[in-house]
T-cell receptor
């Protein structure tokens, strides 16, 4: 059974710091991996999606990498800002047309001004 | 933002009562999903739909049923609510060939 783990559960950094969030999964036979952001009391906002054939995706200050063989993905946030404070979730899809997602429990990020 | 709404946004109900949550989309996407989010468990899939009247179970489907009579609406029903079903419920959509999932704002359900 696929399991997705995110470590650390919480992270606090000063503004301007570059940081890395980690996501690991137990079964490397994934179809894609998606990173989300969740603000308190809100829904999930998709940040980046990486197909299994890709190694990384970039959007603005965000860069996500994928290493299927080792079962790991990282989300790199450059020059962090207080507005980046949120919970970051990763989720993997094991394929099939229905694209059901299996989520990690998230990393709560606080960027201190 | 993807056009997804959920209703109600908040609900308090008593144990044993039936509850129906609604997800409505304006994107005409084929796939719709219901997840629940609980502390320590992350989001878990309850049921999903791959077309009108086509649904299937997810990881935590016991105590829940779903219906999809129109492309735009996906209903989640708790036949007899229990305290263990207190949670935040999220609806999501995706389209064939576009593997990205888009989420609604969520419904906070409290069963007393």
């Amino acid at each position: 059974k696929q399991e997705v783990t995110q470590i650390p559960a919480a992270l606090s950094v000063p503004e301007g710091e570059n940081l890395v969030l980690n996501c690991s999964f137990t079964d490397s036979a994934i179809y894609n991996l998606q990173w989300f952001r969740q603000d308190p009391g809100k829904g999930l906002t998709s940040l980046l999606l990486i197909q299994s054939s890709q190694r990384e995706q970039t959007s603005g200050r965000l860069n996500a990498s994928l290493d299927k063989s080792s079962g790991r993905s990282t989300l790199y946030i450059a020059a962090s800002q207080p507005g980046d404070s949120a919970t970051y979730l990763c989720a993997v899809s094991e394929g099939g047309a229905t694209n059901k997602l299996i989520f990690g429990t998230g990393t709560l990020l606080a960027v201190q001004p | 933002d993807a056009g997804i709404t959920q209703s109600p946004r908040h609900k308090v109900t008593e144990t044993g009562t039936p509850v129906t949550l609604r997800c409505h989309q304006t994107e005409n996407h084929r796939y719709m999903y219901w997840y629940r989010q609980d502390p320590g468990h992350g989001l878990r899939l309850i049921h999903y739909s791959y077309g009108v009247k086509d649904t299937d179970k997810g990881e935590v489907s016991d105590g829940y049923s779903v219906s999809r009579s129109k492309t735009e609406d996906f209903l989640l029903t708790l036949e007899s609510a229990t305290s263990s079903q207190t949670s935040v419920y999220f609806c999501a959509i995706s389209e064939e060939g576009d593997y990205e999932q888009y989420f609604g704002p969520g419904t906070r359900l409290t069963v007393t």
